[in-house]
């Protein structure tokens, strides 16, 4: 679980760091990557820029790894947790695991429609 944790919060910190590399300094880039990076985790809706990240709305580069990192932090750590040990076992399921994931998936499927 950490390591997929820091994995999506790497990908989410470099894509901003790739994006923004022209304007400011390595040291500049690591910090509003992961600042970035922890804010969409969180879903705390934080962002440095003045325009939030409305600058990136095309780049898939951006907005898919601030994406995922939005959904993985909304369903949470004990849900993640339980779902990599019991993944294919929806029945050994808590009941709050079995209820994070309809809800996600509901709600992920109705903003798409």
Do not use: Q
């Not at 809706?45 to 898919?64: E, Q, W």
């Not at 004990?78 to 399921?93: F, K, M, T």
Request: proline share 4%; charged share 15%.
């Amino acid at each position: 679980m950490n390591e997929a944790r820091k994995t999506l919060g790497s990908a989410a910190s470099v894509s901003i760091m790739v994006k923004a590399a022209d304007v400011t300094s390595p040291e500049t880039l690591a910090w509003l990557g992961g600042f970035h990076a922890v804010s969409a985790f969180n879903n705390a809706g934080f962002s440095t820029y003045s325009d939030s990240l409305m600058g990136f709305v095309v780049d898939p580069l951006i907005v898919i790894p601030i994406m995922v990192a939005i959904v993985l932090g909304g369903i949470g750590f004990p849900v993640l947790y339980e779902l990599r040990r019991d993944v294919r076992r929806p029945s050994r399921w808590s009941v709050h695991t079995k209820i994070t994931v309809a809800a996600t998936g509901l709600l992920l499927v109705g903003g798409f429609v």
